[in-house]
Each structure stands twice: as structure tokens, then as C-alpha cells.
């Protein structure tokens, strides 16, 4: 496939998973090394595991702050 081809068809996936209530993310905010938007990942956590979300900020918020 042309890469004229490959973008168009890119641009044609996001539409259609857009207008199906998906949210595009910002290439920015993207992790390369993990594969993947830490915010998605976290914010998957909060909805469908509370409990696991909330040990996870607490053991967060107990860490000592670095300066």
C-alpha cells in the first residue's frame, strides 16, 4: 500500500472510531517506551478496579518527596 493510500486509510480508522465514542489522544502525551498514554492506563484503573486505584494513591501519597 502507497503511503498516500496507508494515511488516508489512518485518517478513515480514526473517523470511524471517533464517531463511536473513542477519544483520540494526543500524540504528546503518548509513551513510546511503555506503549501506550499513562493517562489511559491510569484513568482504566480508577473506573474499573476503585479499590486497586485508591491502595495505589495511597501508597503513592506515602512516598517521601524528593527535592
Known sequence: MSKHKERQFQIEIVQHLTSHNYVEG???HYNRELALYPSDLI???????PQA???MQR???QKPQLS
Not at 484513568?43 to 478496579?49: A, D, H
Request: cysteine-free; aromatic content about 18%; overall charge neutral.
Open 26 to 28: 494526543n500524540a504528546s
Open 59 to 61: 501508597e503513592r501519597d
Open 53 to 55: 486505584y485508591e491502595k
Open 43 to 49: 484513568n482504566y484503573i480508577k473506573y474499573t478496579q
